[in-house]
């Protein structure tokens, strides 16, 4: 179906956040439905001079690494976590004034 007016576009242009919420876990936050939302809500807008081709497929999407809502962390392996070394301190002179202080 080509496209004759911009809400029609914005309504199918949801396709592709739909296919990626149907991989998340429960309780992910859904963009689709902001999209719909907020094209219901747009003022009638007049059609394109021309008819837009038709929207390419929705890619098929490869599934999550593990079930819904699992660890990600495991992902990453042979990772060394090391505290960074503190510098010294400059010495202080005795009865020299520190910067900024009278």
Do not use: Q
């Amino acid at each position: 179906m080509a496209y004759k007016n911009p809400k029609e576009l914005l309504t199918a242009a949801t396709a592709l956040p739909v296919a990626i919420e149907a991989k998340l876990p429960a309780g992910a936050p859904k963009i689709s439905t902001t999209l719909l939302d907020i094209t219901e809500k747009m003022p009638a807008l007049p059609d394109f001079p021309v008819e837009l081709p038709d929207l390419p497929a929705v890619p098929e999407l490869p599934a999550l690494p593990g079930p819904p809502g699992a660890e990600l962390r495991r992902l990453i392996t042979e990772v060394e976590v090391r505290p960074a070394p503190t510098p010294p301190a400059p010495p202080v002179v005795a009865g020299e004034r520190k910067r900024g202080t009278l």
